[in-house]
């Protein structure tokens, strides 16, 4: 099986390269190459030097037609500009994510016209497609029935690129799958121009000795997921029959609602006061704004037919991030009481 991941070099790119390469195997098939396309290469040396491993730089959109040259049985698209930067640059939202994703399906398209196969197809949607329109307020709890009305531009293009994926699959020129991810908390590297990156860098930070900020209410409540459920969840939808998968459209992976008063409750449980003394509380409207819209509950019988559960609660998300980044941990104090001493 020959893989394309889009976005490869990046975070969740990265974590899913490895994990598909130490199962081997995607849906019973094994695992012969695999692609990484990204803005830059990979920083991973231990990614790299696996011989199955291959790598593709550049700006996606104007690398689809080298890319593409070859045939793939799966495609993982995760490249995308994300929420912050889509609000401040229009043109870059629309190159990155809506034009890169109709030019990356048309590939596929041509490929199976050709008659080499559909090939599996993974989209990677947000929960940011749901809002609160005036007309159709958000509910507390969204349900697999709840209708998207996106309230950002990034939100729109992922939910417009989710009706793609359905109509290319219901054309018969990709098995495609859309999944809605919830925020990735805890990431490790440098912060991203997401809204949301500050619900990893109040965590990320302080755990290296660095000062962060939280600039919403305390109470606000969000939606998170682990990376490692993350990736779970990917594989999971992606292994998943069209029977399973449940029609067409796109699917919300599980979510752990939490508030950020309790999340920095657990960092100082598991850090102490001294990570959370690095944190002040500078409210920005305009992140405040963005992440208010967004929901925080999520109920799925499709998600849970699929087996996938929401991460525990956040103190084990940061366990998660600790053990899978020891060396991000330089805070003496958290340091000492996280045993890394």
Not at 94 to 118: E, F, K, M, W
Not at 195 to 221: I, K, Y
Not at 228 to 242: H, L, Q
């Amino acid at each position: 099986m020959k893989i394309l991941i889009t976005g490869g070099a990046g975070f969740l790119g990265s974590r899913l390269a490895h994990t598909l390469l130490q199962r081997g195997t995607l849906g019973g098939q094994t695992i012969h190459q695999l692609m990484l396309a990204d803005l830059v290469a990979p920083r991973d040396v231990a990614l790299t030097a696996d011989t199955r491993v291959r790598t593709h730089t550049g700006d996606l959109l104007s690398q689809i037609p080298a890319l593409m040259a070859e045939t793939w049985d799966a495609v993982f698209h995760l490249a995308s500009a994300v929420s912050g930067e889509c609000e401040a640059n229009f043109d870059l939202g629309l190159h990155a994510n809506l034009d890169t994703t109709r030019r990356l399906l048309d590939a596929c398209r041509a490929q199976t016209l050709a008659g080499h196969g559909a090939p599996l197809f993974f989209f990677a949607s947000s929960v940011a497609v749901f809002g609160s329109d005036p007309a159709l307020p958000l509910p507390a709890v969204v349900h697999d029935h709840t209708l998207p009305t996106p309230q950002s531009s990034y939100g729109i293009h992922k939910f417009v690129c989710e009706q793609l994926v359905a109509d290319y699959t219901r054309k018969g020129f990709i098995d495609g799958r859309a999944a809605r991810l919830m925020t990735v908390s805890v990431r490790p590297g440098r912060p991203n121009g997401a809204a949301s990156g500050f619900l990893s860098g109040l965590f990320r930070e302080p755990l290296a000795g660095q000062a962060s900020n939280n600039p919403v209410d305390l109470d606000t409540r969000v939606a998170l997921s682990s990376p490692a459920n993350t990736v779970a969840g990917i594989v999971a939808v992606m292994e998943a029959s069209r029977d399973a998968f449940g029609g067409r459209t796109a699917i919300n992976l599980p979510a752990l609602t939490v508030s950020v008063r309790e999340m920095l409750s657990a960092l100082d449980e598991l850090a102490g006061p001294a990570a959370l003394a690095l944190i002040t509380h500078q409210p920005d409207e305009a992140v405040a704004r963005i992440v208010a819209g967004w929901p925080a509950r999520f109920e799925s019988t499709r998600t849970a037919r699929l087996g996938l559960k929401a991460d525990a609660d956040f103190a084990s998300v940061l366990r998660q991030y600790v053990a899978d980044n020891r060396d991000a941990v330089t805070l003496p104090s958290a340091r000492a009481r996280l045993g890394l001493a």
